[in-house]
């Protein structure tokens, strides 16, 4: 018979055990939370919200201010726009016009088969155009710039206090961080309108080919989708995109390098805000035009 303690291993362990999932083990410890700390999680989770509106406020108080147009800044907003913008705007035309074609394939095919054929085309702009695509095309610049491009905002100390900063503290915030906020935002807007052209152009020519005997239908139905309270639904959805995508990721860049220095981080800081926030965005919109 074999000597357990001879050999190094006991009985007990003879075979490897399962070890706990990280999910499950986190899932359990939340349940096992007393109230008091189940508090602390709550008030620090509104904490981190506040400081995300606190620095959307400010962000927005300086873009609208002329003193940070000076010729440094427009310098480094420049030279942001080339980067979130310029540099990524081909590729992205290019993959929006394959999604957007392969998208429009299958509305027009599923409404052919169910007898929808005449109101197919305002199936692609109403739910294409308005819904989709602009969905789409957030959710490229919030991975692609947004969080992707929050190493060297991790490495900027901002007090917590943002209500309470200093002439040096609010410059810096001024130079190294609003160029960033009128990027993203700018960034997303651009892709949004490029986006929403290809989609147009491509469902054009999966209905009419190339001929020019649809163009007067076609201006009809996309006047009909874009109508007063559309159009206005649309520009505010498109600024609360751009605003989500532009702030939320730079001020949890901040909050990381408060609360977590010196720890690495598997997820960019602020990505499970940005996705509920667009996602929030589309419902309410959604809410808001069908019920």
């Given at each position: 018979?074999?000597?357990?303690?001879?050999?190094?291993?006991?009985?007990?362990?003879?075979?490897?055990?399962?070890?706990?999932?990280?999910?499950?083990?986190?899932?359990?410890?939340?349940?096992?939370?007393?109230?008091?700390?189940?508090?602390?999680?709550?008030?620090?989770?509104?904490?981190?919200?506040r400081r995300v509106f606190m620095f959307g406020a400010m962000a927005c108080v300086m873009v609208?201010?002329?003193?940070?147009?000076?010729?440094?800044?427009?310098?480094?907003?420049?030279?942001?726009?080339?980067?979130?913008?310029?540099?990524?705007?081909?590729?992205?035309?290019?993959?929006?016009?394959?999604?957007?074609?392969?998208?429009?394939?299958?509305?027009?095919?599923?409404?052919?088969?169910?007898?929808?054929?005449?109101?197919?085309?305002?199936?692609?702009?109403?739910?294409?155009?308005?819904?989709?695509?602009?969905?789409?095309?957030?959710?490229?610049?919030?991975?692609?710039?947004?969080?992707?491009g929050n190493a060297e905002v991790n490495g900027i100390f901002i007090p917590r206090d943002l209500?309470?900063?200093?002439?040096?503290?609010?410059?810096?915030?001024?130079?190294?961080?609003?160029?960033?906020?009128?990027?993203?935002?700018?960034?997303?807007?651009?892709?949004?309108?490029?986006?929403?052209?290809?989609?147009?152009?491509?469902?054009?020519?999966?209905?009419?080919?190339?001929?020019?005997?649809?163009?007067?239908?076609?201006?009809?139905?996309?006047?009909?989708?874009?109508?007063?309270?559309?159009?206005?639904?649309?520009?505010?959805?498109?600024?609360?995109?751009?605003?989500?995508?532009?702030?939320?990721?730079?001020?949890?860049?901040?909050?990381?390098?408060?609360?977590?220095?010196?720890?690495?981080?598997?997820?960019?800081?602020?990505?499970?805000?940005?996705?509920?926030?667009?996602?929030?965005?589309?419902?309410?919109?959604?809410?808001?035009?069908?019920?």
């Amino acid at each position: 018979m074999l000597d357990s303690g001879r050999y190094g291993y006991h009985s007990a362990m003879a075979f490897p055990q399962a070890s706990t999932p990280v999910p499950a083990a986190a899932a359990y410890a939340a349940i096992r939370m007393t109230p008091r700390q189940l508090g602390s999680v709550v008030w620090a989770w509104l904490g981190d919200w506040r400081r995300v509106f606190m620095f959307g406020a400010m962000a927005c108080v300086m873009v609208l201010s002329s003193t940070t147009y000076d010729r440094a800044n427009r310098d480094a907003i420049a030279r942001q726009i080339y980067l979130t913008t310029w540099r990524i705007l081909p590729w992205f035309t290019l993959l929006a016009g394959v999604f957007s074609l392969l998208l429009i394939r299958v509305v027009l095919v599923t409404a052919l088969h169910y007898g929808l054929g005449k109101i197919a085309l305002e199936l692609v702009v109403k739910v294409l155009v308005l819904e989709v695509i602009p969905l789409f095309a957030a959710l490229y610049v919030a991975t692609r710039n947004a969080l992707s491009g929050n190493a060297e905002v991790n490495g900027i100390f901002i007090p917590r206090d943002l209500d309470v900063l200093g002439g040096a503290e609010t410059d810096r915030i001024r130079d190294e961080l609003v160029p960033r906020v009128i990027a993203y935002g700018f960034s997303v807007l651009t892709m949004v309108v490029v986006s929403g052209l290809v989609t147009l152009l491509m469902a054009y020519l999966s209905v009419y080919g190339f001929s020019r005997w649809g163009l007067p239908q076609f201006e009809r139905t996309v006047g009909q989708a874009f109508d007063g309270i559309e159009t206005l639904a649309f520009g505010l959805k498109l600024l609360l995109y751009s605003l989500a995508v532009a702030v939320i990721p730079i001020a949890a860049g901040l909050n990381n390098a408060l609360a977590n220095a010196g720890r690495a981080s598997r997820l960019a800081p602020g990505a499970a805000r940005v996705l509920m926030s667009l996602f929030v965005i589309e419902c309410l919109s959604l809410a808001v035009r069908f019920l």
